[in-house]
């Protein structure tokens, strides 16, 4: 460095009292500074000083405001969704023509119950009908009926025969599948019967056979009778 100008720089005052050297401090820190630097003499007063703190309280109010003004506007946004979402609510329900009433679907405006259709089926006079059919009546009978088997029946009885139960003296009962039938004739006259157990015998009170004795594994066990289930 020349002679002159270390000669200038050693003469060069000392910061006053009460102000801030901006050359004693960072690069980062003077740019900041320079600005609130009024008269440009490198130094920071106290007035100046004033100014920065009145900046920095400033700007730290700017962003307490900015957040405050964000979550109302985040509050209102919610608001304003929920009463959309009521609103559309309330629309649809008021269009709806139903309701529940005690667990009962019905009308809103008199608050009968609803009834619904069915494609199949119809009430004519109270009854349960069929709507393709002229008054046929939809039955909630049992399609079987059960009745005492004899040999002394027809042989347009035995066709609609589908099984046949038996009872003995000491309580045992057996059921069993009729896949097909015989009538032998005599006096008395014998009924033949076949299942997938075995063959079975009905002659007056006398019941016998293969079927019931594989079944109760007893071939001396006395059957007491024996009931026929047939189809409607």
């Known amino acids: 460095m020349p002679e002159s100008e270390t000669k200038n720089a050693s003469m060069k005052p000392p910061p006053r009292q009460g102000t801030v050297h901006l050359a004693s401090l960072t690069a980062e820190t003077q740019a900041v500074l320079q600005k609130f630097d009024a008269n440009g003499d490198g130094e920071v007063e106290a007035a100046e000083l004033t100014a920065v703190v009145d900046e920095l309280v400033k700007t730290q109010f700017s962003s307490r405001l900015f957040m405050y003004g964000l979550m109302a506007m985040t509050f209102a946004l919610v608001m304003i969704l929920g009463c959309g979402f009521g609103l559309t609510w309330a629309v649809v329900l008021s269009q709806k023509d139903t309701t529940v009433v005690n667990g009962t679907w019905v009308t809103r405006a008199d608050k009968l119950p609803i009834q619904l259709g069915n494609s199949q089926m119809t009430v004519v006079d109270g009854m349960l009908s069929s709507r393709h059919a002229a008054n046929a009546t939809v039955s909630t009978q049992p399609n079987t009926v059960q009745r005492p088997l004899s040999a002394n029946m027809t042989t347009a009885q035995l066709t609609s025969l589908t099984r046949v139960y038996l009872s003995s ?31 079975l015998e009905v002659s007056g009170n006398s019941i016998s056979g293969s079927a019931a004795a594989g079944l109760v594994g007893d071939t001396a066990m006395v059957w007491q009778g024996v009931t026929g289930v047939f189809s409607k």
């Open 169 to 199: 003296s000491t309580g045992a009962q057996v059921g069993l599948v009729v896949t097909g039938f015989r009538l032998v004739a005599g006096s008395p006259p014998t009924l033949l019967l076949s299942t997938p157990s075995g063959s």
